[in-house]
């Protein structure tokens, strides 16, 4: 609406700021709740947040029962919207956004964006195991799986960096499983152009 149109709403007692009449002139923040007629306004801006998290968690606002992280976060930001999904015992780097076109230029297959994971195994991965997911995938019921393996630690074969563009549906678990390994952590840090750095697990920042 108008500016004028604006004005006269608030004189007759239509807007509220966090439930009261707002006074002429009156700064509004990030944290704020504005309504008109009892319906919660949004801003036109874009926003994206980085957020750090911890396994237990399930990225989406109905839990179905099991603890979402909206929990985690304010409600300031509550209607921004993940990008992608890290599953419920997955952790690390997790875009949140109201920016359509960011979110569609991270998820969407044609863009390719770069995804590292650092992950736990329940036991050494065995060299030809390694050959088979670097070199030539490994067949799964929605398609092949390949992606990079590097070594967390030399000498160690139990924790991995996997690299990789794509991202199905619990893709490195199943891929894993697929060859009688477990997945005893899965922890996202390069998503894109986005690196989780020193976010502690249930911190965000805006991006």
Do not use: C
Request: without cysteine; aromatic residues 6%.
């Amino acid at each position: 609406m108008s500016r004028r149109a604006a004005d006269s709403v608030i004189a007759v007692g239509r807007v509220l700021v966090n439930g009261k009449a707002p006074q002429t002139g009156q700064d509004i923040g990030e944290s704020d709740i504005v309504t008109l007629d009892g319906e919660r306004l949004r801003s036109n801006a874009t926003q994206t947040i980085m957020f750090n998290k911890p396994a237990g968690y399930v990225t989406s606002r109905d839990g179905q029962g099991a603890r979402t992280i909206y929990e985690l976060l304010p409600a300031a930001v509550h209607h921004l919207k993940p990008v992608g999904r890290l599953d419920k015992n997955s952790s690390g780097l997790l875009l949140l956004t109201n920016d359509g076109n960011l979110a569609q230029t991270l998820t969407h297959p044609s863009h390719q964006k770069v995804k590292i994971y650092e992950v736990q195994l329940d036991k050494p991965l065995q060299p030809l195991h390694r050959q088979m997911i670097a070199e030539i995938g490994v067949t799964l019921e929605d398609g092949p799986s390949k992606f990079m393996l590097e070594r967390v630690r030399e000498g160690d074969d139990r924790d991995w960096r996997v690299t990789m563009h794509e991202g199905r549906n619990r893709q490195i678990r199943r891929t894993f499983e697929a060859l009688d390994y477990g997945v005893k952590r899965l922890h996202r840090t390069h998503f894109g152009g986005y690196q989780l750095t020193n976010l502690k697990p249930g911190d965000y920042k805006k991006v």
